[in-house]
């Protein structure tokens, strides 16, 4: 059975890691069925300028783990958002300027990897076997770069199916002893052509921060 997502309701039934069970309810807002990685994670956002709009602020920010930590910045654009998605457990999402993350027909949003996973392939991996019945084989290392302080990266897609619809790609970093990734999800193929270079331009924007020695897990 295939299925079928309105504007209002898009499902995303995957691995709870990888894209953590991103679900667009029928409600007002979108719900999270995920199980939450050991360590939570939480944003802090680099304000550029003060007396604007939110859309025009938030234009950077600073993803924690208890392993490593990591900064990206919102491409022209897109708006990256410490507020929307906190609720669902997901403190670091992007979307298009004139959206918002219930609407947006794509997201993106920003994760470290539990931490039981310090090494990237391990975690593709075990990702992807985890979501197979679901989402079937994944388009491996279309795109490949190192980050801004020059961390490979790359992207794996994820197109929709006959069971299910939405057109996806993560980007995958590997960190010293961690590993963070970054998720693009479209409602269709259409905005996925067309949003999809994005995530591209915020993995590029990543940089890698050291644990600071004695902080506590956040």
């Known amino acids: 059975m295939t299925v079928r997502l309105t504007s209002s309701s898009r499902v995303a039934a995957l691995c709870p890691e990888l894209f953590a ?5 029928n409600s007002a807002e ?3 069925d995920m199980i939450k990685s050991a360590g939570a994670v939480y944003l802090a956002l680099l304000f550029l300028t003060a007396g604007v709009p939110a859309q025009e602020t938030y234009r950077g920010g600073i993803v924690y783990g208890p392993k490593a930590a990591f900064n990206i ?5 897109w708006v990256l958002d410490n507020e929307s998605g906190v609720n669902q457990g997901q403190p670091c999402v992007l979307y298009p300027k004139g959206s918002s993350w219930r609407d947006a027909k794509t997201v993106m949003y920003a994760k470290i990897a539990s931490t039981e996973f310090e090494d990237v392939n391990a975690f593709v991996a075990w990702a992807i076997k985890g979501m197979e019945k679901v989402h079937g084989k994944p388009k491996e290392k279309i795109a490949s770069g190192k980050t801004k302080d020059g961390h490979d990266y790359f992207i794996n897609e994820y197109p929709a199916t006959k069971t299910y619809s ?4 993560v980007g995958y ?3 010293p002893h961690a590993v ?3 998720v693009l999800s479209s409602r269709d193929e259409a905005s996925y052509r067309k949003d999809s270079p ?3 331009e915020v993995l590029k924007t990543l940089l890698y921060l050291e644990p600071k020695a004695g902080s506590k897990t956040h």
């Not at 069970?21 to 309810?25: D, I, Q, T, V, W």
């Not at 910045?73 to 654009?77: E, F, N, S, T, Y």
């Open 73 to 77: 910045a919102a491409p022209k654009g």
């Open 180 to 182: 963070a990734y970054i």
């Open 166 to 169: 939405q057109w996806e790609r």
């Open 30 to 32: 979108r719900k999270i």
């Open 198 to 200: 994005a995530l591209q």
């Open 173 to 175: 970093v590997q960190l």
């Open 21 to 25: 069970c991103l679900s667009f309810a």
